[in-house]
């Protein structure tokens, strides 16, 4: 198997460089050629794809954590040199990688990752797809905004915590506490809230954190959670039950399923997607139905 692979060696607060060699090795022992591509500065990932001529790989890889994910991902949906696209695997090394806990994967367990590519075994994924403004981007996890946008810019530098980085993140940004409100149109149903945040997810997890616990990667839905208007006291009180996926049945938490959605604020609100800062509501977003392949258990 020939393979593109980028690799972010910035990820895990610089510490990922240190297993490229471990990684080539095992990659090569393997029976998989990587042709190793490291990113240079945000965004690079995608521009790295993009400009790629697939059609010399079976596979291309993503050595990092969820936002080089996010950066693969779409540099693989613009690259037109092939019309079928080749499935993707995930090597996690960075801080975040919320998405490979569907796969029973734990972040820095390349040994494991690199066993289920090899191995063959691949799954149809849903990937969500989302317009700000007049761009248009892609991404397998989560897309957020209200405050789980303003814990993730912290937790960005807070990442010397590591994986509790934005656990940390929460409740320092728990302090200031906002509500905005927010108009949802829903699959053409639309609703109108006071709220704290919006999150769309593909995926289950948030960090470490079971956001949407019904959510399944290859349903046709994207699962929405939403926290309305509530106090700082009933938040601290909730926390703990976000791990578990307990928070759902709270009064001050929606959910719905949708195949398309629009989001809409009084004011611009940064968005989140799977980690990264990229755009501003409105944002339009919907679910492509099993339209990436990615290696799995």
Known sequence: ?????IFN???????????LKKIQHLLLKKGIDPHIKLTE??????????KEDLKNYDAVLSAGGDGTLFETLNGLFRNKSVEKKPPIGIIPI???????????????????????????????VDVGKFTTGKETYYYLNIVGLGFVSDVNGLAHKLKIFGNISYSV??????????????KLIIDGKEIERENIFVEVSNSRY???????????????????TLLNKTTRRRMIAAFPKIFTGEHIKLPEV???KAKKLEIITEKNKILTPDGEMIGTSPV????LNKACEVFWR
């Open 169 to 182: 993140a929460v409740f320092i940004k728990l302090i200031p506490l906002h509500t905005y409100r927010v």
């Open 254 to 256: 929606e959910t719905f």
């Open 284 to 287: 339009k977003i919907e679910c």
């Open 1 to 5: 198997m020939k393979a593109l692979l």
């Open 94 to 124: 960075g801080t975040g990688n919320a998405f490979v806990r569907d796969m029973n994967l734990k972040t820095g367990d390349f040994e494991s990752a690199i066993e289920i590519i090899s191995n063959g075994k691949k799954k149809q």
């Open 206 to 224: 948030t960090s470490n954190f079971l956001m949407a616990p019904d959510a399944k990667i290859d349903d046709g839905y994207l699962d929405i």
């Open 9 to 19: 060696p910035k990820a895990a607060n610089g510490r990922a460089i240190k297993n």
């Open 41 to 50: 500065c945000r965004g690079h990932g995608i521009e790295l794809v993009e």
